[in-house]
């Protein structure tokens, strides 16, 4: 009687644990698929100036970028050279704005866009996580 208890008790957990793993890897193939820009993306992008600027010159980006159409929010750093700014696809592009940013405000710039390495290095802390791992094996079978 014991046996046979302990014997159905594996199989269910066995099926609950196959269960879950399947519901896993739908849900990370869900998640992980390309999705078209919606009313709530935002996205970010970099401008890197070839130029030394000072904070009178930061003051003037970030007011320059806060004001143009579908930007959320703008880092302008003096020290680095580099501008970054999050805005929402749907309503415009980066491209767009740093063309416009080039001409308006006459700065050296250019858009900064990391190699397909540094796409893939991306975070450091999730390649090692077991959610990574499984993600590339459900990504490697499909």
């Given at each position: 009687m014991k046996r046979r208890t302990v014997k159905r008790a594996l199989k269910w957990v066995g099926i609950t644990l196959l269960l879950l793993v399947v519901v896993l890897a739908v849900h990370i193939y869900l998640v992980t698929r390309p999705q078209a820009p919606t009313e709530h993306t935002?996205?970010?992008?970099?401008?890197?100036?070839?130029?030394?600027i000072d904070q009178a010159d930061a003051d003037k980006?970030?007011?320059?970028?806060?004001?143009?159409?579908?930007?959320?929010?703008?880092?302008?750093?003096?020290?680095?050279?580099?501008?970054?700014?999050?805005?929402?696809p749907v309503q415009t592009s980066a491209d767009s704005i740093v063309a416009a940013f080039k001409i308006?405000?006459?700065?050296?710039?250019?858009?900064?866009?990391?190699?397909?390495e540094e796409m893939q290095s991306g975070c450091p802390v999730a390649a090692t996580s077991v959610t990574f791992k499984v993600y590339h094996f459900f990504r490697r079978i499909f």
């Open positions: 935002v996205a970010m992008a970099r401008i890197d100036l070839k130029q030394k980006i970030n007011a320059w970028l806060s004001q143009q159409k579908g930007v959320d929010h703008v880092l302008c750093n003096p020290e680095s050279a580099i501008v970054v700014f999050t805005f929402k308006q405000l006459h700065y050296k710039a250019q858009r900064y866009m990391p190699t397909e």
